[in-house]
């Protein structure tokens, strides 16, 4: 290389043209285009499976997908921090083998029917409070409602961030059974309205939910980021509540807020629990219980059932699945009260296992959105249904008439 190479090399003007040649590149359309691109692009042509094709609950996903906001996707599928928890709530079930009968049964045999808490039920599958449904479909509350009791009167527990009011909700399924969740508020008076307005709009149990303590969900942090929105995982929408609303920017939150606090969070007192039974007319249900000594903690200060739960992940990060939790649970309460088993169920098979660990019904979250946002009404009731007889076509396999039939010597446990 001569000299007037290696000047030229070295020369600041030569510098100051590369500075404005990246500057333009960067102000570019196409450059800004590429740094833009919209994570879900409008295809050409697109054809969605109709809702008589659908075969399993999995394959209502993408059509929730392509039919919700992203905000409203992100909400319902996103969970805490690393999201693995929510991984693990799948894989568990993935470590308990069914044992197939040597004399399996007829499935036209299987009565699956149960009471609990005064409920008759001809599955024992219930529809959990999930937050929000009229961002899923315009029907809402209303259309899950009519879903659940047009297959076979599945109890819904109305959630406690509805999109619709209850007095709207509670009539909208003549014969139903409706229930309804209740976030603690530390005032007493606030709380005693709240569970009037519910059990004065016909909702005969209350279902306490404690686990929603702390959440930060990092994959929706990261969509914000990106130009989508952000927050601590936040309901789009809805009524009051520290769910309610879209979350505000890291930069404007202050003090413990900023370190995953939500204001109204982790205060909750079992001397709590005593004064809202005072208020609870009918049997009160305490969810989000995922160790044994909280099980007997919940009897001992009035529940009449538990929910075993980790609210699908949402909660905190890094803990154990629902299903490794529960048969200590299970052995703990020694059929004091009955237990009921939430947290990543997609199959009749997650349902057989759960039951065969113990606990005496299950409830859906996720996969009940997924039909109503897939078809509206008629494809929640399609999911429900679907895992009604998934269900049965199981305990059929594995030789079970009765629900009483499904124990722990049906299945082989293989927890990591």
Same mark, same amino acid.
């Given at each position: 290389?001569?000299?007037?190479?290696?000047?030229?090399?070295?020369?600041?003007?030569?510098?100051?043209?590369?500075?404005?040649?990246?500057?333009?590149?960067?102000?570019?359309?196409?450059?800004?285009?590429?740094?833009?691109?919209?994570?879900?692009?409008?295809?050409?042509?697109?054809?969605?499976?109709?809702? %008589?094709?659908?075969?399993?609950?999995?394959?209502?996903?993408?059509?929730?997908?392509? =039919?919700?906001?992203?905000?409203? !996707?992100?909400?319902?599928?996103?969970?805490?921090?690393?999201?693995?928890?929510?991984?693990?709530?799948?894989?568990?079930?993935?470590?308990?083998?069914?044992?197939?009968?040597?004399?399996?049964?007829?499935?036209?045999?299987?009565?699956?029917?149960? *009471?609990?808490?005064?409920?008759?039920?001809?599955?024992?599958?219930?529809?959990? +409070? *999930?937050?929000?449904?009229?961002?899923?479909? +315009?029907?809402?509350?209303?259309?899950?409602?009519?879903?659940?009791?047009?297959?076979?009167?599945?109890?819904?527990?109305?959630?406690?961030?509805?999109? $619709?009011?209850?007095?709207?909700?509670?009539? %909208?399924? +003549?014969?139903?059974?409706?229930?309804?969740?209740?976030?603690? #508020?530390?005032?007493?008076? $606030? *709380?005693?309205?709240?569970?009037?307005?519910?059990?004065?709009?016909?909702?005969?149990?209350? $279902?306490?939910?404690?686990?929603?303590?702390?959440?930060? !969900?990092?994959?929706?942090?990261?969509?914000? =980021?990106?130009?989508?929105?952000?927050?601590?995982?936040?309901?789009?929408?809805?009524?009051?509540?520290?769910?309610?609303?879209?979350?505000?920017?890291?930069?404007?939150?202050?003090?413990?807020?900023? !370190?995953?606090?939500?204001?109204?969070?982790?205060? !909750? *007192?079992?001397?709590? @629990?005593?004064?809202?039974?005072?208020?609870?007319?009918?049997?009160?249900?305490?969810?989000?219980?995922?160790? +044994?000594?909280?099980?007997?903690?919940?009897?001992?200060?009035?529940?009449?059932?538990?929910?075993?739960?980790?609210?699908?992940?949402?909660?905190?990060?890094?803990?154990?699945?629902?299903?490794?939790?529960?048969?200590?649970?299970?052995?703990?309460?020694?059929?004091?009260?009955?237990?009921?088993?939430?947290?990543?169920?997609?199959?009749?098979?997650? @349902?057989?296992?759960?039951?065969?660990?113990?606990? =005496?019904?299950?409830?859906?979250?996720?996969?009940?959105?997924?039909?109503?946002?897939?078809?509206?009404?008629?494809?929640?009731?399609?999911?429900?249904?679907?895992?009604?007889?998934?269900?049965? #076509? $199981?305990?059929?396999?594995?030789?079970?008439?009765?629900?009483?039939? @499904?124990?722990?010597?049906? @299945?082989?446990? =293989?927890?990591?």
């Amino acid at each position: 290389m001569g000299d007037i190479e290696r000047s030229w090399l070295t020369n600041p003007s030569r510098r100051a043209a590369i500075a404005r040649v990246a500057g333009l590149m960067a102000a570019s359309p196409i450059a800004s285009a590429a740094a833009q691109i919209d994570p879900r692009p409008m295809g050409e042509h697109r054809r969605a499976l109709s809702l %008589a094709e659908m075969q399993s609950a999995f394959d209502f996903e993408p059509l929730f997908f392509g =039919n919700v906001s992203q905000s409203v !996707y992100d909400y319902t599928g996103h969970a805490d921090g690393s999201e693995w928890t929510l991984r693990r709530n799948r894989q568990a079930f993935g470590w308990v083998d069914i044992l197939a009968a040597r004399n399996p049964v007829p499935a036209s045999q299987v009565d699956l029917s149960s *009471t609990i808490l005064g409920y008759n039920s001809k599955f024992p599958i219930w529809m959990a +409070p *999930t937050a929000q449904m009229v961002a899923l479909n +315009p029907d809402g509350e209303m259309g899950m409602f009519r879903a659940c009791t047009a297959a076979s009167n599945t109890l819904m527990i109305l959630s406690a961030n509805t999109g $619709t009011q209850v007095e709207q909700v509670a009539p %909208a399924s +003549p014969g139903g059974t409706l229930w309804a969740q209740y976030y603690p #508020q530390e005032n007493l008076t $606030t *709380t005693q309205a709240s569970i009037d307005r519910l059990q004065n709009a016909g909702c005969q149990s209350i $279902t306490v939910t404690i686990d929603q303590t702390a959440s930060y !969900y990092e994959r929706t942090l990261q969509d914000r =980021n990106l130009g989508g929105r952000g927050g601590r995982g936040a309901a789009p929408g809805g009524r009051g509540g520290a769910a309610a609303g879209p979350a505000p920017a890291p930069a404007a939150l202050t003090g413990a807020a900023r !370190y995953r606090i939500g204001a109204g969070r982790i205060w !909750y *007192t079992w001397q709590y @629990i005593d004064a809202v039974r005072k208020m609870v007319k009918g049997p009160m249900i305490i969810k989000g219980i995922d160790q +044994p000594e909280d099980a007997l903690l919940a009897i001992q200060h009035g529940a009449d059932s538990i929910v075993v739960s980790n609210h699908g992940g949402r909660s905190m990060d890094y803990g154990a699945s629902t299903l490794e939790n529960l048969p200590a649970i299970v052995a703990a309460v020694n059929g004091k009260v009955p237990i009921l088993f939430d947290s990543g169920i997609r199959r009749g098979s997650d @349902i057989f296992k759960a039951l065969a660990l113990g606990a =005496n019904g299950v409830c859906l979250g996720r996969a009940a959105r997924w039909g109503l946002a897939a078809f509206g009404q008629a494809g929640a009731q399609r999911i429900i249904e679907m895992l009604q007889q998934e269900l049965v #076509q $199981t305990a059929a396999a594995a030789g079970c008439a009765k629900l009483s039939d @499904i124990n722990r010597s049906k @299945i082989k446990v =293989n927890f990591v």
